[in-house]
């Protein structure tokens, strides 16, 4: 015990605080690196394809950016041909929507309806 009673014994320094040099910088590292990858994940998002709207089509209706017709479902069998029989019903609908297959960048597509005018909706 201490000889003065007024003495405070010190207590020795806990496991965090020993090491605090090397688990600080440690931390700090792996928070800039969440926040890092957070932001570049959000970069590689695609697009957000325009908003649908639940109206009647309208004379403010854009232009249709797909302007080749869709292949002739007689072509295909399944479920392969019920999609191209509702692509052919409604083109202007598809002709909104993006594709996230990745065939704007590969192939050139415009839109969801591209994939139903050279058959790459069918594979």
């Not at 014994?9 to 688990?23: I, L």
């Not at 004379?59 to 479902?73: C, F, H, I, V």
């Not at 041909?81 to 692509?87: E, F, G």
Request: overall charge positive; some cysteine.
């Amino acid at each position: 015990m201490a000889e003065n009673p007024q003495e405070v014994p010190r207590s020795r320094p806990g496991v965090m605080g020993r090491y605090w040099r090397y688990w600080l910088p440690a931390l700090l590292a792996v928070i800039a690196l969440s926040v890092g990858a957070g932001l570049v994940r959000r970069a590689q998002t695609p697009p957000a394809g325009p908003a649908i709207s639940s109206s009647p089509a309208t004379s403010t209706t854009p232009a249709r950016r797909e302007t080749r017709p869709t292949l002739d479902p007689a072509q295909f069998v399944g479920k392969a041909a019920a999609a191209h029989r509702v692509a052919r019903e409604i083109p202007d609908v598809l002709d909104q929507l993006y594709c996230y297959c990745g065939c704007d960048k590969s192939q050139g597509h415009k839109t969801l309806l591209s994939c139903y005018t050279d058959g790459h909706a069918a594979t």
